[in-house]
């Protein structure tokens, strides 16, 4: 049983992306949005701690109650439990679009957000050699297509059977709000010189974020919700009377989240975009995270992994 949450910002939110900034040759990096799934993955162990009464250090050297290490896991390890999501709430729910639907080039920038797609078929084929024995066949009326990785479209529509679909660009639910700040001295006055911009993500009006756990956790159905390093907050609360259903059957699934590369995941990818990476601060060691590489929501795979993976109907061998 999955549970769904809904969380709405107070503010603007920030995740950075995994470039340096070193004085003198840039001030200015990337963000990310939505937020990965494992920024909100950990933001969702620190609040039931929180709840519980129970401090960072007690739980990091093992005081904390058994129940609270079942539920959420050890310090420094990874949560025992899969967050699928995020997705935006925009009066329906979006999804990450797989990779392996395309749509003709340039289609996207039509103010029609209705856009013709094609499936990709898998193919086997003994005239294609290569390491993957699966091969991504589509075809388009008119001009040169591009995947629809990267973009979202209504939950229901990655199981029906219309060629004609809601398609929205990440940029259609939230705004880009430029903000400059100072880097500090350990005695809390200005750096000389640390000037830097980043750009923050607002959601635009009537938008949430959407995202669910495979696992009851001891939280309460509503509360506050501390996400990221600079601890952006928002209400979060529990979908009692609602439910996001992916029924679907065949023999590729699409990832709903962002996948941690793995010499196993790596052997299963068949449809992908651009490598995301991902660090962070680890709490546990009070020092950063090793970087380590993802791969996007929405890519797809020949076998099911874990949980956020589901199957796509109409995309059968051919």
């Known amino acids: 049983m ?23 040759e840039n001030h200015t990096t ?8 494992q920024t909100l993955s950990g933001a969702l162990r620190t609040s039931v701690l929180m709840q519980q009464s129970i401090s960072i250090e007690a739980y990091a050297k093992g005081k904390a109650p058994k129940e609270i290490y079942d539920a959420i896991g050890k310090g420094g390890e990874r949560a025992p439990f899969d967050l699928i999501g995020p997705f935006f709430l925009d009066k329906e729910i979006y999804i990450p ?7 003709e080039k340039n289609s996207s920038d039509n103010k029609n957000d209705k856009l013709e797609i094609v499936k990709g078929k898998f193919l086997q084929s003994r005239l294609l050699k290569s390491e993957k024995p699966d091969f991504i066949w589509a075809k388009a009326k008119n001009q040169e297509m591009v995947s629809l990785g990267g973009m979202w479209i209504q939950h229901q529509d990655l199981y029906s059977d219309k060629t004609s679909i809601v398609v929205k660009k990440s940029e259609a639910f939230f705004e880009n709000e430029p903000r400059t700040g100072i ?21 635009k009006k009537e938008v949430s ?14 509360g506050v919700l501390k996400i990221g390093a600079e601890q952006r907050f928002g209400w979060y609360k529990k ?14 699934f699409v990832s709903l989240s962002i996948m941690e590369g793995s010499e196993d995941v790596n052997r299963s990818v068949v449809a992908t975009g651009k490598i995301l990476y991902f660090g962070g601060w680890d709490l546990h060691t009070g020092f950063h995270k090793p970087m380590k590489g993802f791969f ?5 795979f020949n076998k099911k992994i874990n949980n956020h993976f589901v199957a796509i109907k109409g995309v059968e061998s051919c």
Request: hydrophobic share 35%; aromatic share 16%; net charge positive.
């Open 209 to 222: 974020i959407i995202f669910g756990t495979n696992k009851t956790l001891p939280i309460q159905d509503q």
């Open 296 to 300: 996007p929501a929405g890519s797809v």
């Open 183 to 203: 880097a500090l001295e350990k005695n809390r006055k200005v750096r000389e010189g640390h000037l830097y911009s980043f750009n923050h993500a607002r959601l």
């Open 239 to 252: 979908l009692t009377g609602q439910t996001i259903q992916f029924n679907g059957t065949g023999n590729f």
């Open 2 to 24: 999955t549970n769904w949450y809904q969380f709405e910002p107070v503010d603007t939110l920030y995740f950075r992306g995994a470039e340096p900034m070193n004085l003198g």
């Open 30 to 37: 990337s963000h990310v949005f939505p937020p990965p799934a």
């Open 97 to 103: 679009a797989p990779y392996s639907w395309f749509m």
